[in-house]
């Protein structure tokens, strides 16, 4: 039995599912074959980063997800003190925030991956209009004919898997390997991991605790003499991840009743009592990176396939699904016709060397977590608790920063006009007014996942007849631009979404100032949208968000940035000037 298909994923994990989500909100013919016998239902990850829940927000899924989790709000500290309980007793030494303030308009919660896999899985079969996974599906091997790999239209690469019992092939111009740290995509193209496992060796469990420990429902981090525990709370009221350091054992030896004796000892002089152990597993620290991560870029491998590491900090699932965020709105763009296969050499370079830093990162986070490590080098208590602090612009995922290329070009932006950006970094959100209704808004809440690229333009103060005059000038260049892109038979905003943010008063502008290039005309009935122009200001029942302060813009300057559809800067602060961009 022999299936085409333009895109082939590997694995229905993290990654494989969220690029599918793209693919699907896209129209394009794909498949994902994965060997379990249904969806995920239980254990592994649930750390979801301020990153990744901005993603859930650009696909519209945010809503259920930030009902459902857990919002780590804070995080508590304790270490060890002799003088409580005697040997193994613990104190409390500090509060924190979990999330610096201002990093992001969106908390980091937890969640079962579950349950994100579920939501992603509905929202890719709701785009697509049928099942998108084939489960029982288990791949056997891969073979890409490199005769026709120069050809974009060739189904090139050819994957055989088995399905109880019975032989299949799939034909794919394109494949994503996400089938995990084991992936048989990248053994059959001879990749190798490497890295290294330690002698650590941590338990990870799901309960439901009956204690007296009073912060059992924070993020906490106990550093007692027994050993390191980290509390993770869970969705629900009463389910709890801990995360165990053991003495040095092979996983494959550790026991249940090993962690539950361990994790006594740590809460000592505290009450513990597991009432319900839901999952548990235990793993040995290691970190390993696949040695390539494409072959002829028409293979591409994401998440566990190509980089595995520890799961404390919280990565895992999250880069993981982020590199089929990057994927998956870059293999849509070729097979649309919007991008030569150019742009899919970006997703390794830009996915490669984010997963070295994870690497490098999770090799220093594991040493950190190691009591031993911390005793040989002299690292008290409260070190421990400032570099975890100083780590948090990374484990909240808005550390990633791209380097110049096709699509990010740091080179040619003018950095004097938006000093609170960054290019090649995520686009930050702040709250604005839209001018249509009063209402206020995330300003990324404008530019939602589907492919479309987002030019930002801010006018400053349109009262002022001189920057009136100047933004209708630049507007005419700019739809240009904007009809040059865009097939004539489609909406004005398919391609390109311009969306324009004014300092004025917003109730001393009127509407008719506004430049037809901001209210396109779309829909089957042919009415101008009135949803991309809004103001910098506080709205009747809401704050300012300073708009206009946070991304460094002089209230009075004018300038814009351009954003890729996955809300990184491509580049920003041109000035305009005589109707073009320059």
Not at 95 to 111: M, Q, R, W
Request: hydrophobic letters at 40%; one cysteine or more.
């Amino acid at each position: 039995m022999t299936e085409k298909v333009d895109v082939l994923i590997c694995g229905g994990g993290s990654a494989g599912l969220c690029a599918g989500v793209w693919l699907a909100r896209s129209g394009i013919n794909f498949r994902i074959l994965e060997k379990r016998a249904g969806p995920l239902e239980t254990g592994q990850a649930d750390g979801v980063q301020c990153r990744t829940v901005e993603i859930f927000e650009s696909f519209g899924l945010s809503e259920p997800l930030l009902k459902e989790a857990y919002h780590s709000i804070e995080i508590a500290f304790w270490s060890h003190d002799d003088a409580v309980g005697g040997v193994g007793g613990i104190r409390r030494t500090r509060y924190t925030a979990d999330t610096e303030p201002g990093l992001s308009h969106l908390p980091h919660v937890l969640l079962s991956q579950a349950r994100i896999n579920e939501l992603l899985t509905n929202e890719m079969e709701r785009a697509a209009g049928r099942s998108c996974v084939e489960y029982s599906c288990e791949v056997q091997g891969l073979e890409v004919d490199s005769e026709y790999t120069s050809d974009p239209e060739a189904y090139c690469v050819r994957v055989r898997a088995s399905k109880d019992g019975t032989e299949k092939d799939y034909h794919a111009k394109y494949v994503l390997g996400s089938d995990g740290a084991h992936s048989v995509i990248r053994k059959s193209l001879g990749f190798k991991m490497i890295g290294d496992t330690s002698d650590a060796v941590w338990g990870v469990m799901d309960v439901y605790p009956r204690t007296n420990f009073p912060d059992i429902r924070k993020k906490t981090v106990i550093n007692s003499e027994a050993g390191n525990l980290l509390i993770l709370p869970r969705e629900g009221d009463f389910l709890v991840r801990f995360y165990i350091e053991l003495e040095s054992n092979a996983a494959k030896d550790i026991t249940l009743d090993e962690l539950h004796d361990r994790a006594r000892l740590i809460f000592s002089p505290y009450v513990l009592d597991i009432a319900e152990t839901v999952w548990w597993s235990a793993y040995s620290i290691g970190q390993r990176l696949a040695n390539q991560f494409h072959e002829a870029y028409r293979v591409f491998l994401s998440g566990d396939a190509c980089h595995t590491h520890s799961p404390k900090a919280g990565q895992g699932m999250n880069v993981s699904l982020q590199d089929g965020y990057n994927f998956g709105w870059k293999v849509s763009a070729v097979l649309r016709g919007q991008a030569s296969p150019e742009l899919l050499k970006t997703y390794v370079s830009e996915r490669q060397k984010i997963a070295g830093e994870l690497i490098e990162f999770d090799r220093n986070w594991a040493k950190l977590f190691s009591s031993t490590y911390r005793r040989e080098h002299g690292i008290s208590s409260k070190q421990f608790e400032e570099q975890f602090q100083l780590s948090g612009l990374y484990t909240a995922g808005l550390a990633t920063h791209y380097n110049d290329s096709m699509i990010v070009s740091a080179g040619k932006s003018e950095v004097t006009l938006t000093a609170g950006l960054k290019v090649g970094m995520r686009f930050p959100s702040v709250q604005v007014v839209r001018f249509c209704d009063a209402r206020p808004l995330q300003l990324v809440r404008a530019l939602p996942a589907d492919s479309r690229w987002h030019i930002i333009v801010f006018a400053g103060d349109i009262r002022r007849s001189r920057a009136l005059v100047q933004l209708q000038k630049f507007s005419t260049g700019l739809e240009a631009i904007i009809n040059a892109f865009t097939p004539p038979d489609v909406d004005r905003d398919a391609i390109i979404n311009a969306i324009l943010v004014l300092s004025s008063k917003r109730t001393d502008v009127e509407q008719d100032w506004i430049p037809d290039v901001f209210t396109p005309i779309v829909s089957k009935w042919r009415v101008k949208s009135f949803f991309k122009v809004f103001f910098d200001e506080e709205g009747y029942s809401s704050p300012h968000g300073h708009a206009y302060g946070k991304y460094g813009v002089a209230p009075n300057q004018s300038a814009l940035v351009i954003i890729r559809p996955d809300h990184y800067l491509l580049i920003e602060e041109l000035r305009f000037s005589h109707g073009i961009l320059r």
